[in-house]
């Protein structure tokens, strides 16, 4: 089992012998992803992470999005995806979290002055919810249900 807290602590536990296997100070409000290798989520800056599964080593940290209420990480085939409070989704690589690809799916428009903006924060995405064959489904803060699919683009050679 894995589990992390707001301002507390990621970890591992044995559930057969309820013991804790390794444990690392972490802040996160948003819930882990997990594959065979690594445990992907987002800390409570908007960073991005991967950290190894069985020893808790960080893999890589993703922190471009930083102080974009950034979503928990949703897994699809060679990606890591999430949302952030301007609808905007994210695709990143899972081998080392650069950047595959963009989509934005609200209304809001950030500028490089958010003082002088007014947001929408209703168009802003409350979970890449789940992955359902070859198609995200996304749900905004409004309310609002979009899909989408991810093409990876042919290799030139």
């Known amino acids: 089992l894995y589990t992390a807290g707001y301002q507390g602590k990621l970890a591992a536990v044995d559930l057969t012998q309820g013991q804790v296997v390794?444990?690392?100070?972490?802040?996160?409000?948003?819930?882990?992803?997990?594959?065979?290798?690594?445990?992907?989520?987002?800390?409570?800056?908007?960073?991005?992470?991967?950290?190894?599964?069985?020893?808790?080593?960080?893999?890589?940290?993703?922190?471009?999005?930083?102080?974009?209420?950034?979503?928990?990480?949703?897994?699809?085939?060679?990606?890591?995806?999430?949302?952030?409070?301007?609808?905007?989704?994210?695709?990143?690589?899972?081998?080392?979290g650069s950047f595959v690809a963009r989509k934005d799916v609200g209304k809001l428009q950030v500028s490089e002055d958010f003082e002088d903006q007014e947001q929408d924060i209703d168009q802003g995405i409350f979970l890449p919810r789940t992955v359902f064959r070859d198609t995200i489904i996304v749900i905004l803060r409004s309310g609002d249900i979009a899909a989408y699919t991810i093409t990876p683009t042919a290799q030139q050679n």
Do not use: K, M
């Open 22 to 96: 390794w444990s690392r100070p972490f802040s996160s409000w948003s819930g882990v992803s997990v594959d065979e290798n690594a445990i992907y989520l987002t800390d409570e800056r908007s960073h991005i992470w991967a950290v190894d599964r069985f020893s808790g080593e960080t893999l890589w940290r993703q922190a471009d999005l930083t102080a974009r209420a950034v979503t928990r990480p949703v897994l699809f085939e060679n990606y890591v995806v999430v949302g952030d409070y301007a609808g905007v989704l994210h695709i990143l690589s899972r081998e080392d």
